[in-house]
């Protein structure tokens, strides 16, 4: 960079000001502004300067829609990317339509400030530079004067230039339009320039005729297309970005034009996989909010279902009715996990299973609907393996998703499980290992040999209407699993994919067993904090029910008064059972550190809707001594605490 580049941060708090501030000064210039009034009045006086804006959406003298209007307004090559928190994600969708060239999400990472800062500097440069060189490449008229044409210096190493004369015939060309136009200057020489430089505009590729008609009228520097795309002569096309004025004579008199273009086409393809991470991160944020709530309205109405099956006698059609709710709460439970798959982080919180049954549930939902016909082969001593129930069995889904596709909705799949031998392991991995595999065959076309090696990749896809996402996010999940996944193809006759996950000597424990399992009876104080008051008094009357005492606290600020109330008048707590995200409060994760400063012995279990938060993963690297997910049932929880109270007393 030929000097360092200024960024304003507008914010009215001054939290994320001095937070950006940080991230960001070792490497720029930051300006900040606490109000949008303020902002504008640093674009006005210094807008030369300023490359990029980080605008937040909300303040309180005027909403930054508002204020990236009058930005763009006042200079429109200030690059805005606005800065929003969870609720304003279609409001930021709106602002990208008005000129902000991407959003901020809050709470934001180092490297997601990094990144987006890096980006907007980049694209203000690149438009210095255009004007720059543009300029200066109106001294091409030499070439049109029959002197020597412009030099090779660091802008035509990167620009491609054409230089015609008022004819529109083509008069000089340097090396990086030969190359990109597919002609050499002197077989092109005396050619219409509409013939060696040949672009078309728009999505549907309409021709782009007279290009140097278009120059002549408009008298000035000119933008020709919005969207440009070259078609080289050797069959190659690039997105470019194109711009054209006319060339003066000595007496200032028109006497050719100048088209300069940059091949944009990696830099294009770069910023529409990045609008797809933003859009799949918005979409992660929805559905893990979603899934959040939805979690905790199951968590209310499961632990209420149990409870009250839990007064009814065995024989009555209550009981049945009761015992059929608690199935259905837990079908939910799998949708709201489903959504989590989309969710930010994606961490497995791993458990023994027997595959069988989720192999058979997660084909049952992939082929509703669907004509293809699905057999098993599962072996009968299939060994079980750690897993996150949920994400083995969207890996599955996907791969027969994507069969069903390829098969256009009609032919055989064939879902096969077994324990491998030694000699089967897949390569990298230790003899003494000990592998599940699980094959999922179709009947399809199979997959083309120049597709193959492409599969895995993030947003490949060969359908207009696939994302490129389920063979990417199943690679990466058993990646995670400490597996790996291959595929085989035959044209004409079908796929094979194989997953391979490591096997386990625990074991599992069956659904009926947790289920019908009667809780053993528990004594001592537990502290409940939950900042939603059905989910704390639900979790109170299971907790009292196994015969604990039991305080609320609706936040990390309330749990340790009451924590150190507690053990100020000599009556600690046992346990804490504790929420991991309290809306506008104080949650578990900050919450445990706090607290363990308090008691290091402390016994804390984390339980949150968002199972697959690394906290949940990995607790013990938090602090806690246990975790379980929303919705649990009372034996789940019962299961859970009796596990930390146990460890807490050896």
């Known amino acids: 960079m030929d000097r360092r580049a200024t960024v304003l941060v507008v914010d009215d708090k001054q939290g994320p000001r001095e937070s950006i501030k940080m991230i960001l000064k070792n490497q720029y210039n930051v300006l900040s502004a606490a109000r949008g009034t303020e902002a504008l009045s640093l674009v006005e006086t210094r807008g030369d300067e300023i490359d990029v804006v980080l605008l937040d959406i909300r303040m309180p003298d005027s909403d930054g829609i508002s204020v990236l209007r009058e930005i763009k307004q006042k200079n429109p090559d200030i690059e805005v990317a606005m800065v929003t928190a969870y609720a304003s994600v279609e409001t930021a969708g709106n602002a990208l339509r008005l000129g902000a060239f991407d959003y901020l999400q809050k709470p934001f990472s180092c490297e997601s400030v990094q990144e987006i800062v890096l980006r907007g500097v980049t694209k203000r440069q690149g438009r210095r530079e255009s004007k720059k060189n543009l300029q200066q490449l109106l001294l091409a008229k030499n070439a049109l004067l029959g002197e020597h044409g412009p ?42 320039l509409e013939e060696v430089f040949n672009i078309c505009c728009g999505t549907e590729r309409i021709p782009c005729a007279n290009i140097a008609g278009s120059i002549m009228r408009a008298g000035c520097l000119v933008g020709l297309t919005k969207q440009s795309v070259l078609l080289s002569r050797n069959g190659e096309e690039y997105l470019i970005s194109d711009s054209g004025a006319i060339v003066q004579g000595p007496n200032r008199e028109p006497i050719g034009i100048v088209v300069v273009f940059r091949d944009i086409t990696e830099t294009m393809m770069m910023e529409q996989e990045l609008l797809k991470a933003r859009q799949l991160e918005s979409l992660g944020l929805l559905a893990g909010g979603i899934a959040h709530d939805f979690n905790n309205y199951l968590t209310a109405m499961l632990g209420n279902i149990t409870l009250a099956r839990r007064e009814v006698g065995e024989g009555s059609d209550l009981f049945r009715r009761l015992v059929d709710a608690e199935k259905a709460t837990l079908r939910a439970k799998g949708l709201a996990q489903l959504l989590l798959t989309f969710s930010k982080g994606g961490h497995p919180v791993r458990e023994p299973a027997f595959l069988g049954d989720l192999l058979r549930e997660s084909a049952d939902f992939a082929l509703q609907g669907s004509k293809v016909t699905c057999g098993f082969r599962i072996a009968e001593d299939l060994l079980p393996a750690e897993v996150d129930k949920v994400q083995i069995g969207q890996v599955v889904s996907n791969l027969i998703i994507n069969a069903v596709q390829a098969m256009r909705d009609s032919g055989d799949i064939l879902i096969i499980a077994e324990n491998l031998a030694p000699g089967e392991y897949p390569n990298g991995y230790r003899d003494a290992d000990r592998f599940v595999c699980i094959t999922v065959q179709d009947s399809g076309p199979g997959i083309p040999e120049d597709v193959l090696p492409r599969i895995f990749d993030p947003y490949f896809s060969t359908r207009k209407e696939g ?32 997953i391979y996950l490591p096997a386990t000597d625990k074991t599992p424990k069956a659904a009926e067993q947790v289920r019908d399992a009667v809780p053993g009876r528990l004594s001592g104080r537990i502290l409940v904090m939950d900042d939603d008051v059905p989910v704390r008094e639900v979790a109170g009357m299971m907790l009292q029910l196994m015969g604990c005492c039991v305080e609320y606290a609706g936040d990390g600020i309330e749990t340790l008064e009451a924590y150190r109330l507690a053990m100020d008048q000599e009556r600690p707590f046992d ?52 975790m379980v997910a929303k919705p649990y049932s009372l034996e789940e929880l019962a299961a859970a605490l009796h596990q930390v109270l146990d460890r807490g007393r050896t």
């Open 467 to 498: 994302s490129g996402l389920g063979l990417a996010s199943a690679y990466s999940i058993v990646k995670q699993h400490g597996g790996t996944i291959k595929v085989s193809t035959v044209l004409g006759e079908g796929s094979r994919f194989r």
């Open 575 to 626: 346990a804490v059972l504790m929420d991991l995200t309290i809306t506008g409060g104080m949650g578990g994760r900050e919450a445990i550190g706090r607290l363990l400063e308090i008691d290091p012995e402390a016994r804390v279990l984390v339980c949150s809707g968002f199972s697959n938060d690394p906290v949940m993963a990995n607790h013990r690297d938090y602090g806690f001594r246990g």
């Open 151 to 192: 030099s090779e210096d660091s802008a035509a190493r990167t620009d491609g230039i054409l230089t015609a004369d008022m004819n529109g015939r083509i008069v000089m060309m340097n090396r990086i339009a030969e190359q990109l136009t597919g002609w050499e200057q002197a077989e092109a020489a005396g050619r219409p």
